[in-house]
């Protein structure tokens, strides 16, 4: 690439990414944070969307400097912008598919905590057995009643 193309490549590379990042950033916010509107969640959308500007500016900067037989016509300038581009979109889809994993496990874990939640309120609610405690044993659930000779279970 001849030196008068290289800061047009790498200033629109640039305005790409950021324009990109922007997106990923506040979408990311949203889509973490859920219908509950949760807290924390940006910390983790701003970590995830770091890594894909880091990614995306060393393939700007790779493109920028690899396949020198590209002469400096402005076809060729368009084709590794287009490239570019290809790459930054590949980028994108594996950032929301890290986005995704993540939301993923997020409701995984509410769900758990909305579960055990409700079968500690279920247990409280058991004031009472709900068998007859078999004598010989304690608590209100019997694991085996006793044989009619009292040498202990299965025992013949």
Same mark, same amino acid.
């Given at each position: +690439?001849?030196?008068?193309?290289?800061?047009?490549?790498?200033?629109?590379?640039?305005?790409?990414?950021?324009?990109? %990042?922007?997106? =990923?950033? $506040?979408?990311? !916010?949203?889509?973490?944070?859920?219908?509950?509107?949760?807290?924390?969640?940006?910390?983790?959308?701003? +970590?995830?969307?770091?890594?894909?500007? =880091?990614?995306?500016?060393?393939?700007?900067?790779?493109?920028?400097?690899?396949?020198?037989?590209?002469?400096?016509? &402005?076809?060729?300038?368009?084709?590794?912008?287009?490239?570019?581009?290809?790459?930054?979109?590949?980028?994108?889809?594996?950032?929301?598919?890290?986005?995704?994993?993540? !939301?993923? #496990?997020?409701?995984?874990?509410? $769900?758990? @905590?909305? @579960?055990?939640?409700?079968? &500690?309120? !279920?247990?409280?609610?058991?004031? #009472?057995?709900?068998?007859?405690?078999?004598?010989?044993?304690? %608590?209100?659930?019997? $694991?085996? &009643?006793?044989? =009619?000779?009292?040498?202990?279970?299965?025992?013949?």
């Amino acid at each position: +690439m001849p030196d008068n193309e290289l800061p047009g490549f790498l200033i629109i590379g640039l305005i790409f990414i950021v324009a990109d %990042g922007q997106i =990923l950033y $506040r979408g990311a !916010r949203r889509f973490l944070s859920g219908p509950d509107g949760g807290e924390g969640s940006g910390s983790v959308a701003w +970590m995830v969307v770091t890594v894909f500007h =880091l990614a995306a500016v060393g393939v700007l900067a790779l493109l920028s400097v690899v396949a020198p037989d590209w002469s400096g016509s &402005s076809a060729a300038f368009v084709g590794r912008l287009g490239v570019f581009l290809l790459l930054l979109a590949v980028a994108h889809v594996l950032t929301l598919s890290v986005l995704a994993r993540r !939301r993923e #496990e997020r409701v995984v874990e509410t $769900r758990y @905590r909305e @579960r055990e939640n409700e079968r &500690s309120a !279920r247990t409280e609610a058991i004031v #009472e057995p709900t068998v007859t405690p078999v004598p010989g044993q304690e %608590g209100h659930h019997p $694991r085996v &009643s006793p044989d =009619l000779g009292d040498h202990g279970p299965y025992r013949t």
